[in-house]
């Protein structure tokens, strides 16, 4: 028994109150009791708060939830709620970003957890180096295309010193293009240089006088890029399919009205069959009764 009272006040009440509480007489002739249940629910997120790791790295990453009922589990990045929890065996540029592993008790109104982890994936700088001739032949086109975070400062050089006139493109997922455009009257090497906190990077090109034809190099495309490739992709793709859809019911229906056409003209054919042998008949009987 707890107490010999009327009266039982649970204080800082924990989750092992949870139970059977009874009240009865001290002969027990008559009893009652009431069950109580203590809501609660834990969150461990393994690892938590920002975390830095090198790209291909693996980072195992666990969200463990205990709770008094079945709870709710889901993932956010960015603030966009995710498929599935995610999993790093090989690190990328794109993978870094915010994620919070979020759990909610539906039976108990406003009860929920929540823990974040900030990734942030790290990378030497790593350079390629690219070169196009304009259409009409007037300039080349020098691309530096630049790889790392954090993200490089990219600089210029020349037999004749520091470029500084460039173009650069967004800076995606730990990627971006450094452009210069020049008409060069001899033979010169440019170089890119491409430095962050890790380290320094150096890449040289030849490039021939603006007179002298050379063969371009492929430049490798953006990330935005790729994604409208990918959906012009899914466009093309989308519409072959519709044609092709569009084409097997057409057959379908010429086939069926063919058929049909077929069988009324046998049915056709067989009644004016009929009714030759039936003229035929007449002109036999004619000829009996004459």
């Not at 530096?144 to 004749?160: I, L």
């Not at 790729?226 to 097997?248: F, H, P, S």
């Amino acid at each position: 028994p707890i107490r010999s009272s009327s009266f039982h006040e649970l204080t800082d009440v924990r989750r092992n109150a949870t139970g059977e509480y009874r009240c009865s007489l001290t002969d027990e002739s008559l009893i009652d009791s009431t069950t109580v249940t203590v809501h609660y629910l834990d969150l461990s997120l393994t690892p938590s708060g920002e975390v830095i790791k090198q790209i291909g790295e693996a980072l195992p990453v666990s969200c463990t939830i205990s709770s008094s009922r079945n709870a709710t589990v889901f993932w956010l990045k960015d603030n966009n709620r995710m498929r599935s929890s995610p999993s790093f065996s090989s690190l990328q540029y794109q993978d870094a970003g915010n994620y919070v592993c979020e759990t909610i008790l539906q039976e108990v109104e406003g009860l929920k957890k929540s823990q974040i982890l900030t990734l942030i994936v790290q990378g030497k700088p790593q350079i390629k180096m690219s070169k196009r001739t304009s259409t009409d032949g007037s300039y080349k086109t020098i691309a530096c295309h630049v790889e790392g975070f954090p993200k490089p400062a990219v600089q210029w050089t020349s037999s004749g010193g520091v470029i500084n006139k460039t173009e650069e493109t967004k800076y995606i997922n730990g990627k971006f293009i450094s452009k210069i455009k020049i008409a060069p009257e001899e033979n010169i090497t440019l170089t890119c240089i491409a430095e962050n906190l890790l380290e320094r990077a150096v890449t040289s090109l030849n490039v021939s006088a603006i007179s002298i034809p050379e063969s371009d190099e492929p430049e490798e495309k953006s990330d935005d890029n790729r994604e409208n490739i990918n959906d012009q992709a899914k466009l093309i793709v989308g519409i072959v399919v519709g044609l092709l859809l569009a084409a097997t019911v057409a057959g379908v229906a010429y086939w069926l009205y063919m058929k049909k056409s077929k069988s009324a003209s046998k049915h056709v054919a067989k009644d004016l069959g009929n009714i030759e042998e039936n003229k035929k008949l007449e002109e036999n009987n004619h000829k009996l009764e004459a």
